[in-house]
């Protein structure tokens, strides 16, 4: 018999069988995709992808398809992204759609290309399917820089729906150190912090928690001072 090690995930399609003819989409395909996802933001769709490595990749079609109200969808290119070549390292990728109508369902998939062009027939990622409606979802990004010793920056992005938002950063402890927002402005958005805390004194070097808090949903992230 013939052992056959099962290597996932690459991009497309993969049979195993007792008996192995020559198909073209049974190529390698030279890329191990980590995931693929994607967020509602308010002005557009946020797409994002992982790579754990790559062999000649040159990079990816973003392809989007509308779903109409008969099911009909049809697949066309909206962008590019460069990828690393070949790389044993993971890495990660982004684009941001902001071509989109409310109240339109929206599918995406990437599609690898080589360093020579090739375009492999199964080379296709998994398909994510969202709807644009203006609101997104409550989400909270990793502060930058980080580790600091001055001031950093995060970044956020809040939903319309009228609930009041808190950004505080809280100590290991869970004390908090400084309230940072608390009102309501839907959007992407973000705040300074400079280190000092609700009273102004200047907080000492450590690990940090900032949280997000809107209704009843809850975001947090780490961070790290160093004096």
Same mark, same amino acid.
């Given at each position: 018999g013939t052992w056959l090690p099962m290597m996932a995930p690459y991009f497309g399609d993969r049979s195993y069988g007792t008996t192995l003819e020559y198909d073209s989409c049974q190529d390698i395909i030279p890329v191990e995709l980590t995931y693929f996802d994607g967020q509602v933001r308010s002005s557009g769709i946020d797409l994002f992808w992982e790579t754990a490595s790559e062999i000649k990749n040159y990079g990816f079609n973003i392809e989007r398809a509308l779903t109409t109200d008969n099911g009909d969808s049809q697949w066309k290119t909206i962008g590019f992204v460069k990828g690393n070549g070949s790389s044993s390292s993971i890495n990660r990728?982004?684009?941001?759609?902001?071509d989109v109508q409310a109240g339109n369902t929206y599918s995406y998939r990437l599609r690898q290309i080589d360093e020579d062009g090739t375009e492999h027939c199964g080379n296709f990622s998994n398909v994510v399917t969202l709807t644009f409606?203006?609101?997104g979802a409550l989400t909270l990004e990793q502060n930058y820089p980080n580790p600091f010793n001055n001031s950093t920056m995060i970044k956020y992005t809040?939903?319309?729906?009228? +609930?009041?938002v808190t950004l505080e950063v809280l100590d290991v402890f869970g004390n908090v150190v400084k309230t940072l927002i608390n009102n309501q402005v839907?959007?992407?958005?973000?705040?300074?912090?400079?280190?000092?805390?609700n009273n102004g004194n200047k907080v000492s070097s450590g690990?940090?928690?900032?949280?997000?808090? +809107?209704g009843d949903e809850i975001r947090t992230g780490k961070m790290t001072l160093v004096r």
């Open positions: 990728y982004g684009y941001f759609d902001k409606d203006q609101q809040l939903p319309d729906n009228n +609930s009041n839907p959007g992407e958005n973000f705040v300074v912090w400079d280190g000092v805390d690990t940090y928690i900032y949280r997000l808090i +809107s």
